[in-house]
């Protein structure tokens, strides 16, 4: 009968072949084209494979700008300073590193403090169902806010209905993965038509409430918070496409363009968004 992945890292770990399963397990993941970027490869690691060095090791040579390693909650509560020790080194190199499983055990909190990842991933157990579950909704709607105070990105895991979606877009939470926005399949699927129109309507409410609730103040200082914070995690042009639209809301644009100064060609040059229409109508430049 089939088995799932987790029953085989299962079973290696009790004869002791752990270890070697998971490296083997990461050099065929690495082995594969990366995903399109500014898309990162996420890599599962326990906690033991990273201090033993065998995963440093299988890392060696790879493109660890464009990895992340997930380690999972419920192994880092049993896990003491080496582990802490062995992340900080592969994290100098540029590896970013998500906690895995987040909100599943209560003595994982103290491990978000001290590790402070760059992404948290929430477990399954509290995304499914947030829609019609106000107490989930608190306790993942603290958890974005910590990660806000420590510059990291939450994703939810796991979600499997459009209104779960809707539901984790209106809470802040910035990434997603489950069988609502895209299935499994060769290659990189493309992510689902109806899932994104759902992040996108979350997106527009979330820019233009202020003004429709008459709380134009507290909005404000939400929409900035949520552009800067885009801002600050983009290191490469090619990433920009990702903050036009907040822009555009923010600014009450039909549309916006970054461009720069190409002082030997002497024009302006469009690094991305629409070209601008020098038939169309008044625009303005932002310095």
Known sequence: SERSPAAWFAEARRCGLG??????????????????????????????TLVSGEATRALAGAPLDRIILEITEHELVASGHEVEDALREVREQGVLLAVDDAGAGYAGLRHLTQLRPDLIKLDRALVEGVSADSAKAALIDS???????????VCAEGIEELD???ALADLGVSHGQGYAIARPARGWPEV?????????????RLLREGAEAGAAAA????????LTARLSRIGHADELDSVMEIIALQL???AVSFSRLDPRREEIVTLCGQEPDPEGGPGVIVD
């Open 143 to 153: 958890l974005v806010h910590f990660a806000d105070g420590i510059g990291a990105d």
């Open 19 to 48: 270890a070697e399963l998971e490296v083997a397990a990461l050099r065929a993941a690495l082995a594969q084209p990366l995903p399109p970027a500014p898309a990162r490869l996420s890599l599962n690691v326990s906690p033991s």
């Open 219 to 226: 909005s404000g200082d939400r929409r900035l918070e949520i």
């Open 164 to 166: 779960d979606l809707a």
């Open 192 to 204: 689902d038509l109806a899932a994104a129109e759902v992040c996108r309507r979350s997106l527009r």
């Open 252 to 254: 009450g644009a039909d």
